[in-house]
């Protein structure tokens, strides 16, 4: 069976604009299913259950686990696969001796979870992570300018993160967005005789709410979004 | 608390007296930037929490103070620094706290306000934390605060534009989200 997991980032995204309903017929258009690792599940359901603030964002997704539109996956394996990436990723860059801690468990649980069921994707907007599966070296730059310090890189492991997860494909909630426009889903929000400009207009606006819901894309991207799109 | 922080700590709470005395807000901001990076580094908590607290008075300044609730502070972080200088954390724990506590209880009105500073410093450093190339899980779990609180506040940055990490193109990315769905 096809898989596309989740990482939180783009739930939250999604859910924060109200487009959390557009998961469900594009989960009928992949014919498969959409995966969750517990740790996600954990920040993005079970811990604000618990509390004030976000509790009825919770529930929404919530209600997305228990029509199917959303899977849980809790697995042992996932778990150890997600420590050893986890260990991988925190050890490529240090300073001053010490290792910087740039990834967190949950981002490494989707990616276990994506190699374990060899999923066709990951969705996930958290770039840190995505760069270090994709072009690890890429972050080098940015660490040093921002620390000030010598920023050490530990070739081996970036390699071997690399290498572990090749075969893993990463899209963005604002891929999904724009896939969810380009099947007509978004027309709802359109007036009847839509100009092409306003349709456009529309495009826009749910790449910029996505974006300022914490999706990591720069105003160039979603530039050339539209313009693709046109 | 490892050596490298503690020597680290004892200069921010140092420079940071003078400067509360003196409601200098742009020099408490600076020192507060200093204990985050120190933090990020060395994932320290007692870092952390005075990169908050150097960063709550700043704001508290830079939106006039009182002489009055600002005393005790002056006071408490010295008692602080004394403590770190001489090795005893545990004195030095409790200077905090009691430090967190005062600021939090000076005044109701003050204690409210306080509150928002600290929860927006939180929020605010951990911005600065996911500008510094640490991921948004990272930066939550550091600061013990929710994705869902953290994204919004990133989202407002302008990392994406001064920071770009593009390593695979939008066009790219876009034939592969739609090669997932007939």
């Known amino acids: ?230 | 608390m490892q050596d490298q922080v503690r020597s680290n700590v004892v200069e921010i709470l140092t420079q940071a007296i003078p400067s509360l005395e003196s409601k200098d807000s742009f020099a408490l901001a600076a020192l507060s930037d200093r204990a985050i990076e120190l933090a990020a580094v060395f994932h320290d908590e007692d870092a952390l929490g005075i990169a908050l607290v150097t960063y709550a008075f700043g704001k508290l300044v830079s939106r006039g103070g009182e002489e009055k609730p600002l005393a005790p502070m002056i006071l408490l972080l010295q008692t602080a620094v004394n403590a770190l200088s001489s090795d005893d954390n545990s004195a030095y724990k409790k200077s905090i706290q009691r430090l967190t506590r005062h600021i939090q209880m000076v005044d109701n009105k003050i204690n409210l306000y306080f509150q928002e500073i600290l929860e927006k410093a939180r929020i605010k450093k951990g911005s600065k934390l996911f500008e510094s190339g640490f991921s948004i899980a990272a930066v939550a779990s550091l600061l013990g605060i929710s994705q869902w609180e953290l994204a919004r506040y990133v989202g407002n940055t302008t990392v994406q534009e001064t920071q770009p990490l593009h390593t695979l193109s939008v066009g790219k990315r876009l034939k592969i989200a739609r090669g997932l769905f007939t």
């Not at chain 1, 920023?151 to 896939?179: G, P």
């Open chain 1, 1 to 230: 069976m096809k898989t596309l997991v989740f990482d939180s980032g783009p739930i939250i995204s999604l859910t924060g604009n109200n487009l959390l309903w557009i998961l469900e017929p594009l989960r009928d258009a992949f014919h498969g299913t959409f995966l969750i690792p517990r740790s996600v599940y954990y920040e993005i359901v079970e811990h604000p259950l618990v509390m004030k603030r976000f509790k009825f964002e919770a529930y929404q997704v919530r209600q997305q686990l228990e029509i199917g539109v959303l899977t849980l996956i809790d697995d042992a394996k996932v778990a150890k696969l997600g420590d050893e990436l986890l260990l991988l990723a925190n050890n490529i860059f240090s300073s001053r001796g010490q290792p910087l801690r740039i990834c967190q468990r949950g981002e490494m649980e989707a990616l276990a979870v994506s190699i374990l069921k060899n999923a066709s994707a990951v969705v996930m907007d958290e770039r840190i992570t995505r760069t270090v599966v994709e072009q690890p070296a890429s972050l080098q730059k940015i660490l040093r300018h921002r620390f000030h310090n010598a920023i050490s890189m530990n070739a081996t492991a970036a390699q071997k993160i690399v290498t572990t997860c090749k075969n893993i494909s990463i899209i963005r909630s604002v891929e999904l967005a724009t896939i969810a426009y380009e099947r007509g889903l978004l027309d709802k929000y359109l007036s009847r005789k839509s100009s092409a400009e306003e349709r456009s207009s529309l495009l826009d606006s749910v790449l910029w709410a996505v974006k300022l819901h914490g999706a990591a894309v720069s105003e160039d991207e979603i530039n050339e979004i539209l313009r693709i799109e046109k």
